[in-house]
Each structure stands twice: as C-alpha cells, then as structure tokens.
C-alpha cells in the first residue's frame, strides 16, 4: 500500500524466540497502530501510538511491545513467540485531517511453530 | 460488554442488484463508523465515515446509514458488480484519544455475474 510497508511479509518462527515485526510510513502520519487478524476474532488492536515515545496498550497487548523512536517507524515486538501469536499482523496509520480513515499495510504472516 | 455483530454469513448476491450490509453494535457510543473494503491477502481499504450526527453519507454506488437510536449502520452497495465481491468491515471509533477503532468481524460479499 502506498506510503506504508510492513516487513517481513511472511516468517515462520519457534516458540520461545523473540521476533521483531516492522512497519515504516512515508507520510508522516501521527498515529500507528498494530492489530492482528484472525478467524472468529476480525481485527483485535495490540498497541497504537500517537507520536514519537509516546505508546499505550490495545486489547490483546499481552506477550507483546511496541516501540517508536522516529516518526516513520513502529516496531511490534513478540519477547518469547507462543503458537497462540500465529496470526496475520496489520499496521496502520491514520492522519485526522483525513476524517480518521486507516490506512494498512499489506500484512505480516507469522506462524510460531 | 462491548460488543460488534456483523453477519458472518455470505451474502450471495446477482450482479445488477444492492447488496445490504448490517452492522450492529452494544455498550459503545461511538463518535463515528467506518466501513472498509478487504480481499484475500491484503489489508483492509477505508470506503466511507460517518459520524454520530450524520444519517447517511453516499460515494458513488455507496451509501452508509448510521441510527444511533437503533446502534446500527446499513451499508449498501447498488448496481453491485462482480469487482465488489469482497469482505466488508465496519469499525467504530470513539472519542477517546488516539482514534482507536474496534472492528466487526466483517461480511463476505459475492456478487455472481
């Protein structure tokens, strides 16, 4: 999607190793948020973040952390993977001047094994 | 609880004819709805807004309702058309800081020629 890209776009990890997804935006937008996405559940907020340093928690932000140290980059970080976290992991950011309207990502697939 | 109900059935619909989506919602009060458009494998595309004062807005073969009364919004896609078989996601924001959104669990659309 354009002016937002998550990376990697797949991985296969092992339960118990920490594991680092990205999501860089090219549009200065303000907010970033992660969600995941899975069956039965549609899309859950992990953490959001309303500018640099400046994080909080979502729903389901058990098992994970976030961090922001430059306007363009959100990190998601699972410390200790558990075959509970397989999912697909959405970033978004959204600009208010816009109407409030998200823009995602393409979506990271991650499976713990 | 808070709760988001969309028909996690199928709609199957003939091309030509309006497709009506259905969204209702428990415990919120929402400063505004979103709907947003999602095919397999990618992130979800934001489609239409509307906020708590606004009865209906329209995009092209778009149009959203929104009945605070009734905690509902209807989402309606006329002359609908092969192209917008889809899954379609509503999202309510409140007016909490950090334009968080909860998501429905979203409505599989097929529009058969």
């Known amino acids: 999607d354009a002016g937002i890209t998550q990376s990697p776009r797949h991985k296969v990890t092992e339960t118990g190793t920490p594991v680092t997804l990205r999501c860089h935006q090219t549009?200065?937008?303000?907010?970033m948020y992660w969600y995941r996405q899975d069956p039965g559940h549609g899309l859950r907020l992990i953490h959001y973040?309303?500018?640099?340093?400046?994080?909080d928690k979502g729903e389901v932000s058990d098992g994970y952390s976030v961090s922001r140290s430059k306007t363009e980059d959100f990190l998601l970080t699972l410390e200790s993977a558990t075959s509970s976290q397989t999912s697909v992991y959405f970033c978004?950011?959204?600009?208010?001047?816009?109407?409030?309207?998200?823009?995602f990502g393409s979506g990271t697939r991650l499976t713990v094994v | 609880s808070q709760k988001i109900e969309q028909n996690s059935e199928a709609l199957n619909i003939q091309e030509g004819k309006t497709a009506t989506l259905t969204c209702n919602y428990t415990?919120?009060?929402?400063?505004?709805l979103q709907w947003y458009r999602q095919d397999p494998g990618r992130g979800p595309v934001f489609l239409l807004l509307?906020?708590?004062?606004?009865k209906e807005k329209r995009k092209e073969r778009l149009k959203v309702t929104f009945d605070t009364t009734l905690k509902q919004s209807l989402f309606h896609i006329t002359a609908s058309q092969p192209a917008d078989s889809a899954t379609y996601l509503c999202?309510?924001?409140?007016?909490?800081?950090?334009?968080?959104?909860?998501f429905g669990g979203g409505t599989r659309v097929l529009v058969k020629p």
């Open positions: 978004a950011i959204s600009d208010e001047g816009r109407g409030y309207g998200y823009t």
């Open positions: 549009e200065n937008h303000r907010y």
């Open positions: 973040s309303y500018g640099v340093k400046d994080t």
């Open positions: 415990n919120y009060s929402p400063a505004y």
């Open positions: 509307i906020r708590e004062n606004e």
């Open positions: 999202a309510l924001g409140q007016k909490a800081a950090g334009n968080k959104l909860t």
